[in-house]
Every structure is written in structure tokens, then in C-alpha cells.
């Protein structure tokens, strides 16, 4: 725990605005909140949504595809989208 403790005190210093946290995992999530990044989006799994400022569902299909795709989906669902190369 002490890691997680550490590396939270050590974000909230460097002052971030906000954290996406293509990761599922809960730890990140919990990272983001100790360290008081005021915007946290992230996908609302495996029991991390109320770690979250913007969620975004996700369904059992999102493992089907390939992570890029996954990372992607989760900035389209705070509704940027792409445009070629770029992002709107």
C-alpha cells in the first residue's frame, strides 16, 4: 500500500488537471483519486465508478477487440472523435 500512497502523493505535487485512465484496473483509479486529480475518466468496471468523475460503460466485447480500438472507444465515449489523423 505504501507504493500506492507514494506514487499518489507524488501526482497530487505535480498538480495534473486530469487523468485518463485507459487501464481497468482499480489501483489506477485509486491513484488518481488520493492524489486529487480533479477530472478522472476512465471506464466504470470492476468496481471503480465512484473513483470517477466521467465514466464511460463498458461491456464484455470490449476484451474482443484489439487495445488500441478499447483506448480509442473510451476517448470517443467523452465524445472526441476522430478525423484521419487528428482528433475533434
Known sequence: MSGIIGLSRYLRGQRFAAAVLL??????????????????????????????????????????????EHDLKLLEGFGLRRSGRSWL
Open 23 to 68: 487501464q481497468r484496473a482499480i489501483e489506477a483509479a485509486l491513484i488518481a483519486y488520493l492524489a486529487r486529480i480533479p477530472i478522472r475518466l476512465g471506464y466504470s468496471t470492476d468496481g471503480r465508478g465512484f473513483l470517477l468523475t466521467h465514466k464511460v460503460k463498458s461491456g464484455k466485447e470490449e476484451f474482443l477487440i484489439h487495445r488500441l
